[in-house]
């Protein structure tokens, strides 16, 4: 198992431009997340899905959409990329959303011009 | 609303103990968890706790929990250099998905 993939690893934007992080797990998990990792404030969950065709919303989610067609794949779409969006984002995936463990991709390191 | 505070420093010496400190505060929370971050990589598991218990071991970790004080802690005995890293205690909010609420994390840094 790859387990939780993300791509890309480092991304450079400028002010207004839109991108989607990609998030991919193979190991049949039901529940994925998506946060944000910023200095001094731990990480930060954005949107969350419990299973394909159900997301909603967490912490900090203005400026964020997702979605999530199949089991495997939870892309995170920036519509119009702010400075106030650089950070470290995370995705994340359990088997189920409350007493399963989330397992963390690698993270894509997001900057914004 | 959910909080989850940590200090933000540590630092040891090689072969000394560290303990890591975490305080929270949703009494609903079911189970309580340490992750590791190394440098540019993700967050990697290291414990967790379910709320009903309050010691877990397991190998160097031990894992105190204080409900009344809704006091968690983590203990790595033996600490090698290896283990510096941002350690970040985590809960997980009862009716809320599965939502886990993030400290801000505690540097780690171990001397030889």
């Known amino acids: 198992n790859a387990g939780v993939t993300q791509t890309p690893k480092f991304q450079v934007l400028k002010t207004g431009q839109s991108m989607t992080l990609q998030c991919a797990q193979d190991m049949n998990h039901e529940y994925m997340s998506w946060y944000r990792q910023d200095p001094g404030m731990g990480l930060r969950l954005i949107h969350y899905s419990v299973g394909a065709g159900i997301t909603d919303q967490g912490e900090v989610p203005n400026g964020y959409n997702v979605s999530r067609s199949t089991t495997e794949d939870f892309p995170l779409r920036l519509l119009s990329a702010a400075p106030s969006q650089t950070s470290v984002y995370f995705c994340?995936?359990?088997?189920?959303?409350?007493?399963?463990?989330?397992?963390f991709g690698p993270g894509t390191r997001l900057t914004v011009l | 609303g959910e909080d989850v505070e940590q200090s933000l420093f540590l630092s040891v010496r090689e072969g000394d103990s560290s303990v890591i400190n975490c305080t929270y505060t949703d009494s609903s929370s079911t189970y309580l968890y340490w992750y590791k971050q190394e440098p540019g990589a993700g967050l990697q598991l290291l414990t967790y706790?379910?709320?009903?218990?309050d010691m877990k071991q397991d190998q160097r970790l031990t894992v105190l929990l204080n409900k009344k004080d809704k006091h968690l802690s983590l203990r790595i005995a033996d600490t090698q250099t290896g283990d510096s890293a941002i350690y970040f205690c985590a809960e997980s909010v009862l009716n809320q998905g599965g939502k886990l609420i993030f400290g801000q994390g505690t540097e780690l840094s171990v001397k030889p």
């Open positions: 994340a995936s359990s088997y189920d959303s409350y007493t399963d463990t989330q397992y």
């Open positions: 706790i379910f709320s009903n218990m």
